[in-house]
C-alpha cells in the first residue's frame, strides 16, 4: 500500500506503467501516433494510422487486438485510447480542448499526461463528483500554467494490473478525479477504500515520470 501522506513518485508511476502492456520501441511509436491522430477529433482508420507509421494495416491491428482500452465505432475507426476519446464516443465529466478540438478523458489524471505525451497545450475543465464544483487548468507540455481553484487537489487510486486491462475505465478511472479543495477530497476518499490524494503538482509529476518510463524512445 502507498502511504497516503508520503507519495512516491517513481513507485506511483512505475506501478501505472506496469499495469499497461509493455510497449517495444515500435509499439511506442504506434501508440504516440494513435494518441496525434484521436486529437484531431475524428475516428481513426487502422489503415490511416498504419500508413502513418508506414507498416502493412495487418501488423497495426495485429497490435490493437491484444491491447486493452482501444474503443472503436461501429465502422471499426477508433474512438477512444488510454485516456483519450472523442466527446461523442464517450460522455466524460473530464474534457480538454488541444488546438481548438473538444476532447474527453477518461479521467482527471489523464489531463495531466496528454499535454506532456503530446507536446501540446490545453485547456482542461473537470466537474467534481461531489458539491457540482468545476476545476480549471491550463497544461502546457511542461506542466500546470493555471489553476482554478488554487487549493485543487486530486483523488488517486494504485491500479491492479488485472482488474486495469480488464476495464480500466471502471477499476481505475472512476476513482481519479479533481477536487477544489484538499478537505472535499478528504471526505471523497473517506468513502471510496484504497484511494489517496495527490497535490497537483504531485500528479503532474507522476504523469511526466509515466510518459518517460512507458514512451522511453521519445523522452
Not at 501488423?59 to 491491447?67: C, K, N, R, Y
Not at 482527471?108 to 482542461?124: G, I, Q, R
Request: glycine share 6%; with cysteine; hydrophobic share 45%.
Amino acid at each position: 500500500m502507498i502511504a497516503k501522506h508520503k507519495i512516491n513518485i517513481d513507485e506511483v508511476a512505475t506501478r501505472i506503467v506496469e499495469a499497461f502492456p509493455k510497449l517495444d520501441a515500435f509499439e511506442q511509436r504506434l501508440a504516440l501516433e494513435l494518441y496525434r491522430l484521436l486529437a484531431i477529433c475524428e475516428p481513426v482508420p487502422r489503415e490511416l494510422l498504419a500508413q502513418r507509421i508506414q507498416v502493412p494495416v495487418g501488423i497495426v491491428s495485429g497490435i490493437l487486438d491484444t491491447w486493452p482500452g482501444v474503443y472503436s465505432n461501429h465502422d471499426g475507426r477508433i474512438v477512444g485510447f488510454w485516456g483519450l476519446a472523442l466527446p461523442t464516443a464517450y460522455t466524460s465529466p473530464h474534457r480538454l480542448i488541444i488546438e481548438g478540438q473538444r476532447l474527453s478523458a477518461w479521467c482527471a489524471w489523464d489531463t495531466l499526461f496528454l499535454p506532456h505525451l503530446l507536446s501540446k497545450m490545453a485547456e482542461v475543465e473537470s466537474a467534481s463528483p461531489i458539491e457540482g464544483n468545476t476545476v480549471t487548468l491550463k497544461m502546457t507540455p511542461e506542466g500546470v500554467e493555471h489553476l482554478d481553484p488554487n487549493g485543487a487537489c486530486m483523488s488517486f487510486l494504485p491500479p491492479d494490473a488485472t482488474a486495469f486491462q480488464k476495464d480500466v475505465i471502471t477499476s481505475f478511472c472512476h476513482f481519479v478525479h479533481f477536487f477544489p479543495s484538499r478537505e472535499a477530497g478528504q471526505r471523497w476518499i473517506g468513502d471510496h477504500k484504497g484511494t489517496f490524494l495527490l497535490s497537483i503538482d504531485e500528479g503532474v509529476r507522476v504523469a511526466r515520470r509515466k510518459n518517460e518510463l512507458q514512451f522511453a524512445a521519445k523522452f
